[in-house]
């Protein structure tokens, strides 16, 4: 039985009340789970979800899993008889099983780590090279639960990363070869999906300690080579990737000067960015000075994908201002919307991906 679409849903720990089990009835007879659930349906489904190798090695939060689990015997201890049987069907015990330890161990820290994981395509992905291999069906994160943990939100993934995934993996070619930045990495799935797509090098950045450390772990867990802090090898592995901490607010002009130097960026990227007023003044300085560089040495333009999820429209025309007062021009992409369910975002809201450089006429203020 084919449960794909179970595992994709489990692994990325989607809610049970927008669980979409359509693969499932589809392979039911009359597209009912209530009576249908045989002890080989039922041993399919934890095959794809509790028992499928990734989740036993990365498991999602431990509340899910129980959640996971409650729904499907739920759906057994309620269902009446099919047409024909004596009696309906029971909980198999691995299923039972599975079911009672996660009641045990309900308990247990909110702070645990935990995992996500979201399926990338591996069918035009790798432009023409040899960048994959079925570990890398999905890219695997630490993350935390809770929306702030540490003091931070940088632990988990948002909405708009996950439409940058998206168009990303229908056009590789934007990072493909290419040097690429991501500015506010969080637990790093748009750089790693960078890496794993063909980038040449990936530098991810982002300001707190923990987010740092977690999208290093992350980045080894994907198979992505780091390095420290502008160390280089001779013969360096591939994919690679920096982490590095960089706070916009606070880095001085000469420093960052000195990084765009440094990291010669071609691409830049970010996803929910622009969410406070605050920080939008050095988010643009920031995009400023990597996308200035083209002009400044009269090479390829270089480009910023971002995408942002509008929450505050005061928010959102600012962001857009400055970049217009900064010299900057911008245009939407179309973002090809996720037919099949790939991604589940958890927050409403108008998601933009917008493509970010400097404009023709650009006077270069180069900070000394």
Known sequence: MELTSVTRQYLQAVPMRCFNWDQLLEQIPGRSMMGQLSPSIQEAIMEASVHHPRAIQYPPPAAYKLQFLKYVVSQIVN???????????????????????????????????????YLISNDNSSCGQDTFSAQHNYITLEEQPQTISQGTTGLRTWPAALTLLAHLKIAPSEICGKRVLELGCGVGLVGIACALFGAAHVTLTDTAPSVLEAAERNCRTNGIHTL???????????????????????????????????????????????????????????????????????????????????????TWQLFLSELQKSGLVYEFVDVVPDVNGCYYLDEGGRIDVMRVRAASNHKSNKAG
């Open 228 to 314: 420290s802090n502008g160390v280089t090898l001779s013969t360096p592995p591939k994919p690679i990737a920096n982490v590095v901490a960089l706070d916009w607010e606070t880095i001085a002009n000469k420093e960052l000067s000195d990084l765009v130097e440094s990291v010669q960026a071609d691409v830049i990227v970010a996803s929910d960015v622009a969410y406070d007023p605050i920080i939008v003044p050095p988010l643009v300085r920031m995009l400023t000075a990597f996308v200035t560089r083209s002009v400044e040495l009269g090479i390829q333009t270089v480009e910023a994908l971002i995408a942002t999820t509008r929450r505050s429209e005061t």
């Open 79 to 117: 269902q009446k008889p099919s047409a024909g049987e004596q009696e309906d069907h029971e909980c198999i015990d691995t299923l039972l099983e599975e079911y009672m330890t996660s009641m045990s161990a309900r308990s247990s820290s909110s702070t645990e780590t935990c995992y996500r994981s």
